[in-house]
Nanobody, 126 residues
Framework: QVQLVESGGGLVQAGGSLRLSCAASGRTFSTYAMGWFRQAPGKEREFVAAIRGSGGSTYYANSVKGRFTISRDNAKNTVYLQMNSLKPEDTAVYLC???????????????????WGQGTQVTVSS
């Protein structure tokens, strides 16, 4: 069982930056693929970024590519999402997700993940 707790959300002006953190419980964090998703009111949960257990490979949704960076520190059991050049359309609840997985594909669907955090609100004003 893995428990995930996100933090770092808030209100920021367009063009600004935020860094989200997701702290995970457990002693085998490096064996878990991690992902960030977001969900705006009235919309489906949307994939944002994914990172493999080793942290060496990452994958992004086209909407955030070049602006967001996912990373992880396996010694701290934490995954991060650095968000730069934020836009009003980035406003959503951001959730991190985890799955025990060591394969070669990137997990980009919500159904791919077994564990979820409670989410942190990001609001970007224009």
């Amino acid at each position: 069982q893995v428990q995930l707790v996100e933090s770092g959300g808030g209100l920021v002006q367009a063009g600004g930056s935020l860094r989200l953190s997701c702290a995970a419980s457990g002693r085998t964090f490096s064996t878990y693929a991690m992902g960030w998703f977001r969900q705006a009111p009235g919309k489906e949960r949307e994939f944002v970024a994914a990172i493999r257990g080793s942290g060496g490979s990452t994958y992004y949704a086209n909407s955030v590519k070049g602006r967001f960076t996912i990373s992880r520190d396996n010694a701290k059991n934490t995954v991060y999402l650095q968000m730069n050049s934020l836009k009003p359309e980035d406003t959503a609840v951001y959730l991190c997700a985890a799955r025990y997985y060591s394969g070669g594909i990137y997990l980009t669907k919500a159904d791919d993940y077994a564990y979820w955090g409670q989410g942190t609100q990001v609001t970007v004003s224009s």
